[in-house]
C-alpha cells in the first residue's frame, strides 16, 4: 500500500484545530502576567527595600487596569481552545474568576477574593490543559486503531500476493515462466478445467541412457541429467512451450495449450532443432568423459484432453490422447540426432522445414503404418 494511503486516514483522524498557542498555553500566560502585575509591586518592594533603595512609583489604577486586561487575555485563550475541544467549563470557571478579580478591585478590595478569583483562573487554565491532553490521548488511541487496521488489511494483502506467488510457482512448474504469469487467479479456473484441444507434442530422450545409468556411478549420473533438463528446460521456456512432464531422460513438451499459439508444430519443430543443437554441445563434452549417450525426438499434433491431475501439494498440467503416444511412439523409433514427425504434422510445415522421408512405421498401439520424416532443418 503507498504511503499516502496510509498516512492520509491518520490525518482525517485528527480533529483541525485553530488556537494561537498549543495546548491552553495563551490561558496560562495570560493568567501569569495579571498575577505578576498584582503580586509583583509587592515582590519587588519586598527585594528593593531590603537593598535600601527607593520603590519606584506605579499608578495603582492601570496596575488595576492591566490585572483585569490580562486576566481576559487568558479568558479569551480559554474561548479559543474551546473551539477546538468543546468543552465550556474552563472558559466558565475562568471567566468567573476574572470577573471575581475585577469586582474586589473597583467595588470591595479583598486579597483573600482576589486571590480567589486567581486560584479559579489558574484551575481554569489546569483544567483546560488537562482536556486537550485527554483529547490527545484519545486522538492517539484512534490512530493506534486505524494503524492496526491498517496493518490488517496490509496484511491480508501481503497474505494474498503469497498465495499468488506460491501458485505462480506451482504454474511454473508446467508452463513457460511467462505464460505462467499471465495466467491470473481469475483465469486459472478456466484455463486449466479438464478440456479438449488441438496441440502439437514433442517427445524427447537420450539415447543409450539406460546402459550408461547401469554402467555409471550415481553422482555422475545425476550430474548429466541436472545438466541436459537445466539446459533443454531454457529452451522450452524460451519457446513458451508447456511441460507436461519429466521421467528420467525423458521430456514431453506441448505448443497451444493453455495459452493459445499460432502454428504450434512450427513452435514444435524450432524447440526440436534448438533441442538438438543444445544436446550437441553437451554431449561434446560427455564424450571427453567417455560417456555414449545420443538424442532422439519425436512430434505428434491432434487433439488431446487436458487438465490438472494429481493431489494436494503436487499437481501437473498434463495432456492425454493418441498425439501424445504418437510423440511418444516416435521418438522410440527416432535413431541419434533424428526428429521425428509423422506425415500429418509434416503437412502443417512442409513449407517452412527441411524433411527427409525415412518411409512408413510401425508403431506400438497403432492398427496402421505411420508415414514419417526426419526434420533436418528450418528453411531460410
Request: net charge neutral; proline share 3%.
Amino acid at each position: 500500500m503507498p504511503t499516502s494511503e496510509i498516512v492520509k486516514p491518520l490525518e482525517h483522524a485528527v480533529p483541525h484545530r485553530e488556537r494561537t498557542l498549543p495546548f491552553g498555553l495563551l490561558a496560562y500566560l495570560g493568567a501569569g502576567a495579571s498575577m505578576l502585575v498584582c503580586y509583583g509591586k509587592t515582590i519587588l518592594v519586598a527585594t528593593v527595600g531590603a537593598l535600601g533603595l527607593n520603590v519606584p512609583y506605579f499608578n495603582p489604577h492601570v496596575q488595576a487596569v492591566l490585572m483585569w486586561l490580562l486576566g481576559s487575555v487568558a479568558v479569551y485563550g480559554l474561548v479559543q481552545d474551546r473551539r477546538a475541544h468543546q468543552k465550556s467549563y474552563p472558559v466558565w470557571l475562568g471567566a468567573a474568576g476574572v470577573i471575581l478579580i475585577i469586582v474586589t478591585l473597583y467595588t470591595h478590595y479583598s486579597s483573600a477574593a482576589e486571590l480567589s478569583g486567581y486560584v479559579m483562573l489558574l484551575t481554569a487554565a489546569f483544567l483546560n490543559q488537562n482536556v486537550f491532553l485527554s483529547q490527545l490521548n484519545r486522538e492517539v488511541s484512534m490512530q493506534a486503531r486505524r494503524v492496526k487496521e491498517l496493518n490488517r488489511d496490509l496484511e491480508e494483502r501481503v497474505q494474498g500476493q503469497v498465495h499468488e506467488i506460491e501458485r505462480l510457482n506451482r504454474l511454473k512448474r508446467f508452463l513457460a515462466p511467462e505464460v505462467a504469469r499471465l495466467v491470473t487467479a481469475e483465469q486459472e479456473k478456466s484455463l486449466l478445467q479438464s478440456h479438449r484441444a488441438y496441440i502439437a507434442a514433442v517427445f524427447c530422450d537420450l539415447r543409450g541412457f539406460t546402459s550408461f545409468s547401469a554402467n555409471m556411478e550415481p553422482e555422475e549420473v545425476i550430474a548429466v541429467l541436472q545438466r541436459y533438463h537445466s539446459d533443454i528446460g531454457k529452451l522450452v521456456a524460451e519457446a513458451g512451450g508447456t511441460i507436461d512432464h519429466r521421467a528420467g531422460d525423458g521430456l514431453m513438451v506441448f505448443f497451444n495449450d493453455p495459452m493459445p499459439c499460432d502454428e504450434p508444430v512450427f513452435k514444435a519443430a524450432q524447440l526440436a532443432l534448438d533441442m538438438r543443437q543444445c544436446f550437441s554441445g553437451l554431449n561434446r563434452e560427455w564424450t571427453k568423459r567417455g560417456y555414449q549417450l545420443g538424442f532422439g525426438v519425436g512430434i505428434g499434433s491432434g487433439y488431446a484432453t487436458l487438465g490438472v491431475v494429481g493431489f494436494e501439494g503436487r499437481y501437473d498440467y498434463t495432456a492425454n490422447g493418441n498425439v501424445v503416444n504418437l510423440a511418444a511412439r516416435l521418438c522410440d523409433e527416432a535413431r541419434d540426432g533424428q526428429i521425428l514427425i509423422d506425415h500429418k504434422s509434416f503437412v502443417e510445415v512442409e513449407d517452412k522445414v527441411d524433411a527427409e522421408p525415412i518411409g512408413d512405421l510401425k508403431l506400438k498401439g497403432f492398427s496402421g503404418n505411420i508415414a514419417a520424416y526426419n526434420v533436418v532443418s528450418i528453411r531460410s
